[in-house]
């Protein structure tokens, strides 16, 4: 199963990912947990990224294609398929998507529209904590770890992104909807889009996207 997730942060993106990979045995390539990756090593590309990510901007398109580009035509995502969180974010990169995997003839499944209010957005990224290493995600108030500070997962310590402040998470609501909305109108196009409603429970949506993509 190949699937693709879309919508601005804080939806629940990160959430459906986890679901999927854990129940399906898919394989999730996540722009943001791949980035932060390469911010932490202080590479080249890491430097970059964090300039942009820090003003609330995109990832300038080439370097984010080619990055994923990498992790898609990896062995292991051509025997356990995908769940993209966060690419394509652009026509640009969606182009470039449909082009990498009719080289593979992997044909992309559904392109999943998770949406919800501002408000809800701003509510759900006010507490967001996430994980220096895996990329955990927590909350203040709905999911916080089991020990302050420390990710239940891997042990590692958690940070509240510079991203998630008030004054940036509008910014980046804004750059979502001028850059990343008409990714849904390039596969409403093409038959593969399904909206579903980011305030129901996590279950529910889980079952609408697995239902939608076997559909």
Not at 149 to 178: A, H, M, W, Y
Request: net charge neutral.
């Amino acid at each position: 199963m190949r699937i693709i997730l879309i919508g601005p942060p804080g939806v629940g993106k990160g959430t459906q990912a986890a679901l999927l990979e854990q129940r399906l045995n898919l394989k999730t390539l996540s722009s943001g947990v791949i980035f932060r990756a390469e911010i932490e090593a202080e590479t080249d590309l890491g430097r970059l990224a964090k300039r942009y990510i820090e003003h609330g901007e995109l990832v300038p398109n080439g370097v984010t294609i080619e990055m994923m580009a990498k992790r898609i035509r990896s062995d292991e995502v051509r025997r356990h398929g995908f769940v993209l969180d966060g690419f394509p974010r652009t026509v640009r990169q969606a182009e470039a998507l449909q082009e990498i995997l009719a080289e593979m003839t992997m044909p992309l499944d559904k392109a999943v529209s998770i949406d919800v209010s501002d408000d809800v957005v701003l509510s759900r990224l006010a507490g967001r904590i996430g994980c220096t290493k895996c990329g955990e995600i927590y909350h203040s108030v709905t999911k916080p770890p089991k020990r302050e500070g420390i990710c239940d997962k891997c042990n590692s310590p958690l940070f509240v992104r510079t991203d998630d402040q008030p004054e940036t998470i509008r910014e980046r609501l804004r750059v979502f909807r001028e850059n990343t909305a008409p990714v849904r109108d390039f596969y409403r196009e093409r038959g593969l889009l399904q909206v579903v409603d980011g305030s129901k429970d996590p279950e529910e949506i889980y079952g609408e996207i697995v239902d939608g993509a076997q559909a």
